[in-house]
């Protein structure tokens, strides 16, 4: 089944169409989940304009259920954990003690014994070093093959949003999108590197963005699925 999603100031929402509405109605669930009902024949552009004009409400409940975000399952990492690193499965596991705090193996990411209750920030300053440099080349490799540099890259905890684009042309990422497969981080680095020639999400800017991923609508709606899957960082 597909999904209609669509993307608006940097947030993904989830167009549900039906028959039987008349009117439209956006929603912001106890997840953060993005929701868009719309009449069955609605055009995508106008979608685009009425979510836009509610862009500061959605901002406002976003920010609202920002400090109550998931107290985080359990705290504490157990050997066998899954975490997903550029769409690879790793299994956490405590060593007696190695050179660095967290070191990825073939299948594994390693911990320090002594390190157990500190795991969960561990693992995610790993992600947000490692990963983040990693992002950093990509971006880089990604802007040299387009022609479209941006001024800056930084990664961070950018809390429901994946990527941001400024209009001195910094563009920020969140370190949680490397849990998923490079295709879609691509797409979240090409989505931003428009941005710079193509500020708003106008006919202009698919049109750019389609140019460079043709299969853009495809990754954009698994970015929505892996986003419900993937949430176990
Ligand atoms: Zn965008």
Request: aromatic share 10%; with cysteine; net charge positive.
């Amino acid at each position: 089944m597909s999904v209609e999603t669509l993307s608006v100031g940097d947030l993904l929402f989830e167009v549900r169409r039906s028959s039987r509405r008349r009117t439209l109605g956006l929603t912001v669930d106890r997840s953060g989940e993005l929701k868009v009902y719309a009449p069955e024949a609605t055009p995508r552009e106008y979608l685009e304009k009425w979510v836009e004009g509610r862009l500061v409400w959605v901002h406002q409940k976003l920010a609202i259920k920002e400090p109550s975000r998931p107290p985080l399952p359990s705290m504490e990492y157990a050997s066998g954990d899954a975490i997903y690193y550029l769409g690879r499965s790793y299994r956490v596991r405590f060593v007696a003690d190695q050179a660095e705090p967290v070191q990825c193996r073939v299948g594994w990411l390693e911990l320090r014994q002594t390190d157990r209750a500190a795991a969960r920030t561990l693992i995610r300053e790993w992600f947000q070093g490692t990963g983040g440099a990693w992002i950093k080349e990509r971006v880089t490799l990604l802007s040299d093959r387009y022609g479209l540099a941006p001024s800056a890259v930084e990664v961070l905890d950018l809390g429901n949003r994946w990527g941001s684009c400024s209009t001195s042309g910094r563009l920020n990422f969140n370190w949680r999108l490397l849990q998923f497969p490079i295709r879609l981080i691509d797409y979240v680095i090409i989505h931003e590197l428009v941005h710079l020639v193509a500020p708003h999400h106008g006919d202009d800017y698919w049109r750019r963005l389609e140019a460079l991923i043709p299969d853009y609508a495809d990754r954009k709606a698994q970015l929505l699925e892996s986003t419900r899957e993937y949430d176990r960082v």
